[in-house]
């Protein structure tokens, strides 16, 4: 059956005027109760009133706003996301016997005039559009005048520019939805934490609307990490383990979809791909399959899955580290939506979020002012990824915490619960950074704090006078990616929060450290690196020269990073090793070492000689010059 068609309506409308919210339940769905929190929603929605509902995945949302407008007259107009997500919605809802079609841009011309006419005679119980329509004037003009029971905006964190699916159109829909002020909206989402909550409050016009929270844990669902080394010899392992029902194989791109997909049936195993790319009607059939197949295997993007009612998926894999904690938390919220014992295991290695960031990166340097903010919360949110696939606390704790929840740990059923990992005191460290952050007055992000602590005199460290500070340069004896991973750890253990604009804030736990009245473990960042490290020699040198080499490592990458370089192609070991032996002050001489590389004149040039310029003034002794293999 077509998205969209009419014909096979059923013949009459599922509605029956004066039902109760449990008799229409039970009626219509052949469910005998509603969930905890559902009925409340239902009886506040159907008398009129509007709603931003936040539920877990497999929580039943679509309920929410299904029953009250099947309580009330008139179309309900659904807006969602992606033709997939119509498709399912709409074959459920005719299975059950209503009214109910979706205009997309796969749907024909005749079927399109179908749905026209269903809707000015009032015979139609549910519409279903995606949010671009709202901005076509002939959708605008055909529902002029037509009865409309309800709006209801699905997956509708995509409003938000700091959500994980962030949609431009999206932001047009509060002006559609105050053409008809007198008809109640409710909005839904799985995965809105508080500042995306409140950006989608503000943008539908919801702030005299009930908010409604569930609880977001899925104690089900097995949680597991695992460092990515032979993925596919791993992901056979997992696809081969005893499971009674279906799984989802994550990827990042739609090339290693189809790689994956034919590297699997090269095994024995049918996996069933699914990406943008395939064509509408491969597509279509390739979901049908999927829901139909007890033990079937989806290889897929992300997008796959969203709204699909398909309760028996017990395994969730993801081949590569998603970049949003809201994005990952939804994605595994397709297991187990029976309540039954389901597994989600992500392989990843650091270099995931590298390119990941690096990509945004890019992407910023070329945005437009406007554009930026929307770069910036993703790249806040990939770093927040990060840290929960680093630390060393409870997955199902750090993973809640995201969405407002608290939860004590040790949860049993994580894989850091059932195999912790080798921590150390870092409270010392973490006392430095807490302070640096103080003392910045709250109000600058991880990078700012790290430039500070590692003493680099960059553009917005001079202009803010921060090179004046009392803890300029307290972190020269941790390489900088060793203080990103603090950051990024204490974000995730409830320590820093992370404001909108991207600035870090102490909670209540970082005061109780930074004044010594707690201890902070952490995961070792050198012990959980995924790439070896080559050795760094020279344990000859004093702690003050070691310290500059790993600064001048940190400026080295940055400066590469800037310039879209690898680290060894923007400047060698060798020519590090020779400004860390001879400690040049002067721009000759740091131009007379022998054979410096280009990068070595003018700006790139300064930056070194102002970093040895720092450590020198920091340092009284006498650092004679002395030529050693520092990097091996």
């Not at 009419?6 to 509603?34: N, T, W």
């Not at 026209?116 to 015979?123: I, N, Q, S």
């Not at 850091?416 to 103080?438: H, N």
């Not at 992370?498 to 009245?517: H, I, N, Q, S, Y």
Request: charged share 25%; hydrophobic share 40%.
């Amino acid at each position: 059956m077509t998205i969209g068609a009419v014909g096979g309506m059923p013949p009459r409308s599922a509605k029956v005027p004066g039902e109760s919210p449990l008799g229409a339940l039970r009626r219509v769905f052949g469910y005998q109760s509603f969930r905890p929190g559902q009925e409340e929603i239902v009886s506040h929605v159907a008398s009129g009133g509007d709603a931003f509902v936040l539920m877990p995945t497999g929580g039943g949302k679509s309920l929410c706003y299904q029953v009250p407008a099947l309580l009330r007259p008139g179309a309900c107009v659904v807006l969602s996301p992606l033709v997939a997500l119509m498709k399912d919605q709409v074959d459920a809802l005719r299975r059950l016997g209503v009214r109910a079609a979706a205009l997309t841009s796969v749907t024909p011309y005749a079927e399109t005039a179908e749905i026209r006419t269903a809707l000015a005679k009032g015979t139609l119980d549910f519409l279903y559009v995606a949010p671009e329509r709202l901005e076509m004037d002939s959708f605008r003009f055909m529902m002029e005048g037509i009865e409309i029971s309800l709006f209801a905006i699905d997956e509708a964190h995509c409003v938000s520019q700091w959500g994980h699916d962030f949609r431009s159109s999206y932001l047009r829909i509060g002006e559609f939805l105050d053409r008809r002020p007198e008809v109640p909206r409710i909005a839904l989402t799985a995965t809105a934490d508080p500042t995306t909550r409140a950006d989608v409050i503000a943008r539908l016009g919801l702030e005299g609307a009930r908010i409604f929270v569930s609880s977001f844990d899925r104690p089900n669902i097995d949680i597991e990490v695992r460092e990515r080394r032979q993925w596919r010899e791993q992901l056979i392992s997992l696809l081969c383990e005893p499971r009674r029902g279906s799984a989802i194989v994550y990827c990042g791109s739609r090339r290693k979809v189809d790689e994956t997909a034919i590297f699997l049936a090269e095994n024995g195993i049918d996996a069933i791909p699914y990406h943008a790319s395939l064509d509408h009607a491969t597509r279509t059939a390739n979901q049908d399959r999927f829901i139909r197949e007890e033990n079937g295997v989806a290889v897929a993007t992300v997008a796959f899955g969203m709204g699909i009612d398909k309760p028996n998926v017990r395994l969730v894999v993801h081949l590569d580290m998603p970049t949003t904690v809201e994005g990952y938390y939804q994605e595994i919220g397709r297991a187990g939506r029976d309540g039954q014992p389901s597994k989600a295991v992500m392989l990843t290695t650091s270099s995931d979020a590298a390119r990941a960031m690096r990509l945004l990166r890019e992407e910023l340097e070329s945005a437009s002012p406007e554009d930026r903010a929307p770069i910036l919360a993703r790249m806040q949110k990939l770093n927040a990824m990060h840290g929960f696939v680093e630390s060393a606390g409870c997955r199902r704790a750090n993973l809640l915490r995201c969405f407002g929840e608290d939860h004590p740990g040790n949860c049993g059923s994580c894989d850091r619960c059932r195999r912790p990992i080798e921590t150390y005191d870092a409270t010392a460290d973490c006392r430095i950074l807490l302070d640096a952050i103080t003392v910045l007055g709250q109000r600058y992000g991880p990078r700012h704090v790290v430039d500070v602590l590692g003493g680099l005199m960059t553009e917005k460290v001079a202009a803010n006078d921060h090179h004046q500070s009392s803890v300029f340069g307290k972190g020269t004896h941790l390489p900088r990616t060793h203080w990103q991973s603090i950051v990024r750890q204490l974000v995730a253990e409830g320590y820093l929060h992370m404001t909108p604009r991207g600035a870090l804030e102490l909670t209540g736990k970082a005061w109780d450290v930074r004044f010594g009245r707690a201890k902070v473990f952490l995961a070792d960042p050198s012990g959980v690196r995924t790439r070896a490290r080559r050795p760094r020699k020279g344990e000859g040198l004093p702690p003050e020269r070691k310290s500059l080499l790993d600064a001048m490592v940190d400026l080295r990458l940055r400066l590469a990073s800037e310039r879209s370089m690898s680290a060894q192609a923007f400047m060698s070991d060798r020519t590090i090793e020779a400004i860390v032996a001879s400690m040049p002050t002067t721009m000759e001489e740091i131009v007379a070492l022998d054979g410096p590389e280009a990068t070595l004149r003018g700006e790139c040039a300064e930056r070194f000689l102002q970093l040895v310029g720092s450590h020198l003034e920091r340092q009284q002794e006498d650092l004679s010059p002395q030529m050693v293999d520092l990097f091996g």
